[in-house]
């Protein structure tokens, strides 16, 4: 059974506007969450991540929100541009820095000019 | 160098034949982990390291996986008598021992034929 969930295969948005791409978990002992963004024929790359202290974390134009009591965690994306076209996985991990990390299955985002 | 890096970066095999793949991670980096990503999906744990100690081997597949990393800094991965579903890209990541951001190198292809 998967423990981390992107539940939309793909996503469709107009430059300028807003994406958010969406996450839900199942296992209640993740503590760290991440946000990894992957473009094709290279590795994941680190983007944003959250702790489960917290509830939002923010670095430019990315935002996570996390709400622990649905076990769910979205990435905002504001505004949208062309280049943040990519497969964006959402990952999780309950051992800190020896924690290995479980992914979804990545939500493609297409940002249309 | 700055990032994680991986070699080669594609191998074809013919099933039965054994290979080996390398890891070069991050400088200063003692946690290491390999992953395994079919075609469509995230990332699946295989095995972690903290220096040279293999702490974790919960997701090696079968037991013609094998990986080490003797001196604590560069690992291999080796696949034994390859098989077809062997086929997938193989990702290694570091993270520095305080963190729990796991940086990903480019990854290995690896077909089976």
């Known amino acids: 059974d998967q423990q981390v969930k992107q539940n939309s295969p793909s996503l469709s948005v107009q430059e300028g506007r807003i994406s958010i791409l969406n996450c839900d978990y199942t296992?209640?002992?993740?503590?760290?969450f991440l946000w990894y963004k992957k473009y094709p024929a290279e590795g994941p790359t680190f983007l944003i991540s959250?702790?489960?202290?917290?509830d939002k974390n923010e670095d430019g134009r990315f935002t996570v929100f996390l709400n622990k009591s649905a076990k769910h965690l979205s990435l905002h994306i504001v505004p949208s541009q062309p280049g943040d076209s990519a497969v964006y996985f959402c990952a999780a991990t309950e051992g800190g820095s020896q924690g290995n990390l479980i992914f979804g299955k990545g939500t493609k985002l297409s940002v249309k000019p | 160098g700055a990032g994680v890096s991986q070699s080669p970066r594609y191998k074809v095999a013919k099933r039965g034949q054994d290979v080996a793949l390398r890891c070069d991670p991050i400088?200063?980096?003692?946690?290491l982990f390999w992953y395994q990503q079919a075609l469509g999906q995230g990332p699946e744990f295989l095995t972690y390291f903290q220096n040279e100690a293999q702490l974790d081997k919960s997701g090696l597949p079968s037991d013609r996986f094998f990986a080490e990393r003797p001196e604590g800094s560069v690992s291999t991965l080796k696949i034994q008598r390859t098989q077809q579903e062997d086929s997938a890209v193989y990702l290694c990541?570091?993270?520095?021992?305080?963190?729990?951001?796991?940086?990903f190198g480019p990854g290995t292809r690896l077909t089976v034929t």
């Open positions: 296992n209640s002992m993740f503590d760290y």
């Open positions: 990541a570091s993270s520095h021992p305080t963190g729990s951001v796991q940086y």
């Open positions: 959250i702790s489960s202290i917290k």
């Open positions: 400088s200063g980096h003692v946690s």
